[in-house]
């Protein structure tokens, strides 16, 4: 289950950290981004197992990883086993560009 949160845009700007987006437990489908998303995107491979393709380097996502999608960052993910079930969350706000590289997350990848 995906779960997207609305917020008032005279808000956003107001809001230092703000969940966009919560998904619990779903089968992922394969998505292309050629764009990236506009927001930071946290993903868990809780069953299976995923690529994530950045910048045409392929890189298997395994049961327990994390991956880290920056804003704008184009990606493409997809399932590698019949069934890749993930959880994630969707981030924006004024502190998570700062948040993201105090933790060593400067860059989009698992």
Same mark, same amino acid.
């Given at each position: 289950?995906?779960t997207?949160? +609305?917020?008032?845009?005279?808000?956003?700007?107001? &809001?230092?950290?703000?969940?966009? @987006?919560?998904?619990?437990? *779903?089968d992922?489908?394969p998505v292309?981004?050629?764009? $990236?998303?506009?927001? *930071? +995107?946290?993903? /868990? =491979? /809780?069953? %299976?197992?995923g690529? /994530?393709?950045?910048d !045409?380097? !392929?890189?298997?996502?395994?049961? $327990? #990883?994390?991956?880290?999608?920056?804003? $704008? &960052?184009?990606?493409? *993910?997809?399932?590698?086993? #019949?069934?890749?079930?993930?959880a994630n969350? %969707? @981030?924006?706000?004024?502190?998570?560009? =700062?948040?993201f590289h105090s933790?060593?997350?400067?860059?989009?990848?698992?």
């Open positions: 289950m995906l997207f949160f +609305q917020t008032e845009s005279r808000f956003k700007s107001q &809001v230092p950290l703000m969940l966009v @987006f919560l998904g619990a437990r *779903y992922q489908e292309n981004r050629p764009l $990236g998303m506009q927001n *930071y +995107q946290c993903f /868990l =491979s /809780l069953k %299976g197992q690529e /994530l393709i950045l !045409h380097e !392929h890189m298997t996502v395994r049961e $327990g #990883d994390c991956f880290l999608l920056h804003p $704008g &960052v184009p990606c493409k *993910y997809q399932a590698k086993t #019949d069934r890749w079930l993930v969350a %969707g @981030f924006t706000g004024s502190i998570c560009t =700062s948040l933790l060593g997350l400067s860059e989009s990848g698992i």
